[in-house]
């Protein structure tokens, strides 16, 4: 593959990448097959990819659905060449479509990750609250909140009033109701609802210990988060959120007409996080980098159960064969460089 760095503007860069004969027509081969699996294009296992997706997309259609496929293949393995991680891509033009058996070329305008530095890099001194703990109380609200997902409505015929009939939690009733669940009786119950509080109590103290510190680091930081950035993390945030109300069982309007707000709104509270996300990311790429920290096959392995928990090989794979391995570097060594934070900052127990 070979790639030109033919313009530069304002910290933009314009990339021409020419990909051999043997790449395209890996791209034309697991390229656009990740373009089927994705869209669940049917069709017959027998037939080519090719084929498979002008049947259903028709020629038009499927010429510009073959190209896009193909490039955003080929894109991913021309920037881990040139060792860039993209904040944006844009501009994607080719002088031809992508045919097998011919070399391909096109150009692509992204803005690569900017690196910036700290004011300082000596250990920070927090302060936080101390674990709470796992009361009765919270087990007892957990259980009412099981039994209430069960509760019926008694409507009484002469006054038309509504009665909530809660059923009661018993050995008997858990048998009947939680099978399947490996849950037989009310003691297992509350032992498994105080394990899950207890860890999600220990995740909340973690994170509130790697929020306080990481509120003192940023700080520090001085660089200047761009527009186009900030507008890009906005807009994989928005379908984030998008898809997440959907798995809900919930439309994007509705959603708005619940909590009285509009995309508007939901756009500026999303890009705010955005900003702080992209701060952080930067600061730890900063620690990193002034620590000289190295990354080992442990540090890999622990970001890719954090991103595919139990299904680390197949993630592995598939990241290979997309060429987005330098996504995994990235989580991996800010992964370490937080775990670096955590053990050099002063972290002070407020009781």
């Known amino acids: 593959m070979k790639v030109e760095q033919i313009n530069e503007i304002d910290g933009e860069v314009e990339l021409r990448i020419t990909a051999s004969v043997p790449e395209v027509e890996k791209a034309f081969e697991d390229g656009l097959q990740l373009f089927i699996t994705q869209y669940e294009i049917e069709g017959s296992e027998d037939e080519a990819p090719v084929q498979r997706i002008y049947k259903a997309l028709g020629n038009e259609e499927g010429r510009d659905a073959i190209t896009s496929a193909v490039i ?111 849950v037989e009786s009310v003691e297992q119950l509350r032992s498994q609802f105080r394990e899950t509080s207890e860890r999600v109590k220990n995740e909340q103290f973690e994170n509130s210990k790697m929020s306080a510190i990481m509120a003192e680091y940023a700080k520090r930081f001085t660089g200047e988060i761009s527009e186009k950035m900030t507008a890009a993390m906005t807009d994989d945030m928005y379908e984030a959120f998008k898809t997440e109300i959907a798995n809900e069982g919930m439309t994007l309007m509705d959603f708005m007409l619940q909590q009285k707000t509009d995309e508007k709104q939901i756009r500026a509270s999303l890009a705010t996080q955005a900003e702080n996300q992209l701060i952080q990311g930067f600061v730890l790429d900063a620690i990193f980098r002034h620590h000289k920290l190295k990354l080992e096959l442990a540090d890999l392995m622990s970001a890719l159960g ?46």
């Open 306 to 351: 954090s991103l595919a928990p139990g299904d680390e090989e197949d993630a592995f794979e598939t990241m290979q064969k997309t060429g987005r391995v330098f996504l995994l570097k990235e989580g991996a060594s800010r992964m370490k460089a937080a775990n670096w934070l955590m053990e050099n900052s002063k972290i002070n127990i407020i009781e």
């Open 72 to 182: 955003s293949f080929l894109l991913p393995f021309a920037l881990e060449r040139e060792e860039i991680i993209p904040m944006t891509s844009s501009n994607v033009n080719a002088e031809s479509d992508p045919k097998q058996g011919e070399e391909f070329t096109f150009s692509v305008t992204v803005l690569p990750k900017p690196e910036f530095e700290l004011t300082d890099y000596s250990p920070v001194e927090v302060s936080v609250p101390a674990r709470t703990d796992v009361t009765e109380s919270d087990i007892d609200m957990q259980v009412h909140m099981l039994a209430h997902e069960f509760a019926t409505v008694k409507v009484d015929p002469e006054t038309g009033e509504e009665e909530i009939i809660e059923p009661e939690v018993t050995d008997e009733w858990i048998k009947n109701t939680l099978q399947g669940t490996g």
